[in-house]
């Protein structure tokens, strides 16, 4: 069966550090999505992406943030200047269409 | 107010038990409504889809009342092994793409 995969699967970085988490979408997926959700809370939507560029995003989604897909497999999900408060579950999801999308595996940010 | 509600639980169910849960939304507009089921620090996977004129999938049934704005699932003779979180979901599409608005969850533990 087609999974989402991401990479790493935990990341530990510096506060202030730049962090780039990778993912490879299912391959006739064609919407993209980054989520996270922080340790005993809900997941919350960040970023979604089609055609090459950003649909919508959430407030959690400031300057700081960004993605990309620079080979046409990867998609990315780069946090520029890591805060303490950046420090969850980073769930990238992939969907054919505007419907149910699936979901990788997480990675799991740590902040120090 | 939340935009999807869930009563958090925790639900405590002998094996054999038949369970049911409740999810709310406010925004009308949702179009397409999901059941996710999330194990401890995984990432959400699909569980089922949810229709106006209800879904079975083995012992979980599904039911959208689009008027009350309602979804519920059933769980019939659980097991131990459908101890997880289970996250109500709805999909708002703007922008040609969808995004995925979770309920906090709600958590099923079985026992022997």
């Known amino acids: 069966e087609p999974e989402v995969t991401q990479t790493p699967s935990h990341q530990v970085t510096q506060m202030g550090q730049e962090v780039i988490l990778r993912c490879v979408p299912i391959s006739n997926h064609l919407y993209f999505y980054w989520y996270r959700q922080i340790l005993g809370q809900k997941v919350e939507f960040l970023v979604s992406f089609y055609n090459n560029e950003i649909s919508e995003k959430s407030e959690i989604f400031d300057d700081q943030f960004s993605v990309e897909r620079p080979d046409g497999s990867n998609f990315t999900l780069k946090i520029r200047s890591t805060k303490l408060e950046d420090s969850a579950m980073y769930f990238c999801?992939?969907?054919?269409?505007?419907?149910?999308?699936?979901f990788g595996q997480g990675t799991r940010l740590t902040v120090v | 107010r939340k935009e999807v509600e869930q009563d958090p639980g925790p639900f405590n169910v002998p094996e054999g038990a038949t369970v049911a849960f409740n999810c709310t939304y406010s925004n009308s507009a949702s179009q397409s409504f999901f059941w996710y089921r999330q194990d401890c620090r995984k990432e959400p996977k699909l569980l089922m889809s949810?229709?106006?004129s209800g879904n079975e999938d083995g012992r979980f049934t599904a039911q959208l009342n689009r008027a009350s704005q309602y979804i519920s699932l059933l769980i019939r003779d659980s097991k131990l092994s459908d101890s997880a979180t289970y996250l109500c979901?709805?999909?708002?599409?703007?922008?040609?793409?969808?995004?995925?608005?979770f309920g906090q969850g709600t958590t099923l533990q079985v026992k022997p």
């Open positions: 999801a992939t969907s054919r269409g505007s419907t149910e999308a699936f």
């Open positions: 949810v229709y106006s």
């Open positions: 979901v709805v999909n708002r599409v703007s922008s040609n793409t969808g995004k995925l608005i």
